[in-house]
C-alpha cells in the first residue's frame, strides 16, 4: 500500500509560479517512478511529468516541457513539481501519483496509487 497526499496548490496570476509537492508513504521502496497528472473542468486526465523514483531521469509532457520541473527528494519521501510561467491553459486540479511496475512513464494506467488532488487556478 502506497498513500500520497499533495499540497501547494493555490490561485496564481498568469506569468506566475507554484510548488507543488507529493509526500509519500507506506511502502515507498515498491515504487518505480513517481508522476503528475493533471484534470481541468470538463476535460480527460493528462500526463503532465514523471521522474524515476532516484531521481535520475524525467519526463515532460509538451505543453510544460521547459516550464515544469519535477524533482524528487527520497530522503523525505516527497516529490515535487515546480510550475513557472504559469497560464490559464495550466489550470486544472493536479495528481500525484506512485508506479509500482517497471512500465510506461506517460500513461495513467499505469500507475497504481493516486493522491486526492491539489487545486491550480491560474487568473488572466
Known amino acids: 500500500q502506497v498513500q500520497l497526499v499533495e499540497s501547494g496548490g493555490g490561485l496564481v496570476q498568469a506569468g506566475g509560479s507554484l510548488r507543488l509537492s507529493c509526500v509519500v508513504s507506506?511502502?515507498?521502496?515498491?515504487?518505480?517512478?513517481m508522476g503528475w497528472f493533471r484534470q481541468a473542468p470538463g476535460k480527460e486526465r493528462e500526463f503532465v511529468a514523471a521522474?524515476?523514483?532516484?531521481?535520475?531521469?524525467?519526463y515532460y509532457a509538451n505543453p510544460v516541457k521547459g516550464r515544469f520541473t519535477i524533482s524528487s527528494d527520497n530522503a523525505k519521501n516527497t516529490v515535487y513539481l515546480q510550475m513557472n510561467s504559469l497560464n490559464p491553459e495550466d489550470t486544472a486540479v493536479y495528481y500525484c501519483a506512485a508506479n509500482t511496475k517497471p512500465s510506461g512513464l506517460d500513461k495513467q494506467f499505469y500507475y497504481d496509487y493516486w493522491g486526492q488532488g491539489t487545486q491550480v487556478t491560474v487568473s488572466s
Open positions: 507506506g511502502r515507498t521502496f515498491s515504487i518505480y517512478a
Open positions: 521522474i524515476w523514483w532516484s531521481g535520475s531521469t524525467t
